[in-house]
T-cell receptor
Framework: DAKTTQPTSMDCAEGRAANLPCNHSTISGNEYVYWYRQIHSQGPQYIIHGLKNNETNEMASLIITEDRKSSTLILPHATLRDTAVYYC?????????????FGEGTQLTVNP | EAQVTQNPRYLITVTGKKLTVTCSQNMNHEYMSWYRQDPGLGLRQIYY???????DKGDVPEGYKVSRKEKRNFPLILESPSPNQTSLYFC????????????FGSGTRLTVV
């Protein structure tokens, strides 16, 4: 699975959009981009994933660049409950033993 | 509610006393997996299972066993726990061969003294 690079930490004001970047310059054509978050030792929570096109769900939007070498997770109106570690992961779907390789992630702190 | 249920949430045990951490999912997922999380090391996969009676080692399988006799259950067994297995453990499940995200359990914090 391709390696990802994320900033160690970010801050965001409550009510503003949080934009979390991720670089995955070695991504392969069949690898998806996934985002998870972990709130203080709880189980990681799936947020969103995409292959080529931008994606949106009730939690967030995922913007993937045309060359697929980077992506941005957007939380449109961050709340205090969005304070968490956010992990960007790339992986091939459906391969045997397909696992999630978690890096260090980005600690997002939403401030009042 | 669709979920992955782990038990117990907290466990303190002594070295060498066999224990089992249970994991159950109600989503008919084929794929199940166990991870451990340690400070500075992140989440690492211990074992995974692609379906009933199909299991395989992950990155850190030493000292652990698993079984998959039923689709919904995937227990993690520590035959002879040691202090270096003190960790936070997570079970996860997903549809296999699908791009769906993984669903994680709430975690089991194990302390071996």
């Amino acid at each position: 699975d391709a390696k990802t690079t994320q900033p160690t930490s970010m801050d965001c004001a409550e009510g503003r959009a949080a934009n979390l970047p991720c670089n995955h310059s070695t991504i392969s054509g069949n690898e998806y981009v996934y985002w998870y978050r972990q709130i203080h030792s709880q189980g990681p929570q799936y947020i969103i994933h995409g292959l080529k096109n931008n994606e949106t769900n009730e939690m967030a939007s995922l913007i993937i660049t045309e060359d697929r070498k980077s992506s941005t997770l957007i939380l449109p109106h961050a709340t205090l409950r969005d304070t968490a570690v956010y992990y960007c992961i790339v992986r091939v779907v459906g391969t045997s033993g397909s696992r999630l390789t978690f890096g260090e992630g980005t600690q997002l702190t939403v401030n009042p | 509610e669709a979920q992955v249920t782990q038990n117990p949430r907290y466990l303190i045990t002594v070295t060498g006393k066999k224990l089992t951490v249970t994991c159950s999912q109600n989503m008919n997922h084929e794929y199940m997996s166990w991870y451990r999380q340690d400070p500075g090391l992140g989440l690492r996969q211990i074992y995974y299972s692609m379906n009933v009676e199909v299991t395989d080692k992950g990155d850190v399988p030493e000292g652990y066993k698993v079984s998959r006799k039923e689709k919904r259950n995937f227990p993690l067994i520590l035959e002879s726990p040691s202090p270096n297995q003190t960790s936070l453990y997570f079970c996860a499940s997903s549809l296999f061969m699908e791009a769906a995200g993984y669903t994680f359990g709430s975690g089991t914090r194990l302390t071996v003294v």
